[in-house]
């Protein structure tokens, strides 16, 4: 399928979302809104505003809805930006709760583990032996693809604390200074690896 939509400037843009019913009612503040946020991400928060009609999908047979290039009358821009705005909100709100667990999963990980060892996270022994040893299509265990893994990690972080006990102690790292070279995916896995409470030491 040729895409055949043309370029728009910002005023063009603006003209073609009140030719479709949007009520705009501070024109510069519009423009602005689309000169730093975008045409293309405002348009998922008006779109719940647009008209929808029920088609016949001539793939399946069956009734479907379909959006339309009008809006619901009384449908403002402020309301998309509006949206917008919330949404954003929501998600650095969302973002900080999640770097708090996360930073606190962090530190009760590198806690708990390092009183047992302070190489805990290389030594298969303090993980959980079904997780562990379960075998991946490549032929590694679940353990070593997560070691091999979070080597890399170690190897191209950049913080300067890394620097510096690399340059003072060498490798391997200690567990809380490991742990916190790692991304979250690396947290979670290693996470699921731990022993489940009441397993019994090897």
Not at 128 to 144: A, D, M, S, V
Request: proline fraction near 4%; charged fraction near 25%; hydrophobic fraction near 40%.
């Amino acid at each position: 399928m040729v895409y055949n939509r043309p370029w728009k400037s910002f005023p063009e843009q603006l003209e073609l979302l009140k030719s479709r019913g949007m009520v705009v009612t501070d024109e510069a503040a519009a423009l602005d809104y689309l000169q730093r946020v975008g045409y293309y991400r405002l348009s998922a928060y008006w779109y719940p505003f647009r008209k929808f009609e029920v088609v016949l999908d001539s793939n399946t047979g069956k009734l479907a809805t379909k959006a339309v290039n009008e809006f619901q009358p009384g449908t403002q821009f402020v309301d998309a930006v509006h949206l917008y705005l919330f949404d954003k909100q929501l998600r650095l709100k969302a973002m900080d709760a999640l770097e708090r667990i996360e930073v606190a999963l962090r530190v009760d990980i590198a806690h708990l583990l390092g009183k047992r060892s302070v190489f805990a996270h290389l030594d298969p022994d303090q993980l959980h032996p079904p997780f562990i040893r379960k075998k991946l299509r490549n032929g590694q265990t679940r353990f070593e693809q997560w070691k091999e893994k979070c080597q890399n990690l170690q190897r191209r972080s950049k913080e300067d604390f890394v620097k510096h006990y690399r340059a003072k102690h060498g490798e391997p790292f200690p567990i809380w200074v490991a742990v916190e070279t790692w991304d979250f995916g690396a947290v979670s896995q290693f996470f699921a690896m731990m022993r489940v409470k009441g397993h019994q030491m090897a």
